[in-house]
């Protein structure tokens, strides 16, 4: 499956953003879609999932903040980010995997990212 992750871009803190993240190839239905997240000199890390039968789960720092939903007719993931805080300034990534897991390296299928810039 290929990802094609859009949507970034310069927001003030305090405002939102969504961004998408278009499947082509095969139909998300079967996949596990995550986001995650690098910031500059930082490791890569979980900010979200969605499953299967559409639960969701998210990274601590983004609880009540985020939000990750599906739309398989369309095979498109979308993260939903409000009350956006400088320090969710990162290239954040799609992702996608057999496995429900917040382990960067159990996903095998990766969008190229899309750069969030949240200034203060």
């Known amino acids: 499956v290929q990802l094609q992750a859009s949507g970034g871009g310069l927001v003030q803190a305090g405002g939102s953003l969504r961004l998408s993240c278009a499947a082509s190839?095969?139909?998300?239905?079967?996949?596990?879609m995550a986001w995650f997240r690098q910031a500059p000199g930082k490791e890569r890390e979980f900010v979200g999932v969605i499953s299967w039968s559409g639960a969701t789960s998210y990274q601590d720092s983004v609880k009540g903040r985020f939000t990750i939903s599906r739309d398989t007719g369309k095979s498109t993931v979308y993260l939903q980010m409000n009350s956006l805080e400088p320090e969710d300034t990162a290239v954040y990534y799609c992702?996608?995997?057999?496995?429900?897991?917040?382990?960067?390296?159990?996903?095998?299928?990766w969008g190229q990212g899309t750069l969030v810039t949240v200034s203060s």
């Open positions: 992702a996608a995997s057999l496995s429900n897991s917040r382990t960067w390296s159990m996903y095998n299928y």
């Open positions: 190839g095969r139909t998300i239905s079967r996949y596990v």
